[in-house]
């Protein structure tokens, strides 16, 4: 596969896997196939993971400002907290603390439990990461199982 075939792959945001993207297209296509083995989704083989969405929502400047803002709170109120629901390879955390988020502030909760490593074998910041902001679980499962428990589509789950 060559770069032209990775969406979006000329208009990523400046964070990349592996710092440059143009010289990494190999990285991100193994990444993807291993996050791929694991759940074939179509975002997966479609490489949104790449494409750090949420920094492209008209409000990402003002999550910003809300996550970096020391000024808002005051000595004894508790810093805001960013939880990424579906979080895959965690991207988008990791696109809100390149502009200034603070780790503390940051968690990821997937269903997937492998897509956590893969998301250091991309981006190789397992180093950065905070233990327990990286959180495996389905909650929509377990809602759904609590409000409706004869739910027939739970059985596909």
Excluded at 84 to 97: E, K, N, S, W
Excluded at 122 to 131: C, M
Aim: hydrophobic share 40%; aromatic share 10%; glycine share 8%.
């Amino acid at each position: 596969m060559s770069s032209e075939e990775i969406p979006m792959a000329k208009t990523t945001p400046t964070m990349t896997p592996h710092g440059n993207l143009p010289g990494h297209y190999e990285s991100i296509i193994t990444v993807r196939d291993l996050a791929w083995d694991v759940f074939p989704w179509a975002c997966v083989g479609e490489f949104w993971f790449i494409m750090f969405g949420l920094s492209r929502h008209p409000q990402y400047q003002q999550l910003i400002r809300l996550l970096t803002s020391k000024a808002a709170r005051g000595p004894s109120e508790a810093s805001p907290k960013f939880l990424d629901i579906g979080t895959c390879i965690g991207q988008d955390l990791r696109a809100l603390h390149r502009d200034g988020a603070p780790l503390s502030s940051l968690y990821g909760i997937d269903a997937i439990p492998e897509f956590e490593t893969i998301g250091y074998a991309l981006f190789r910041d397992e180093d950065h990461f905070l233990p327990g902001h990286d959180i495996v679980g389905d909650i929509i499962y377990s809602i759904l199982r609590r409000i409706w428990p004869r739910l027939p589509a739970l059985g596909l789950l």
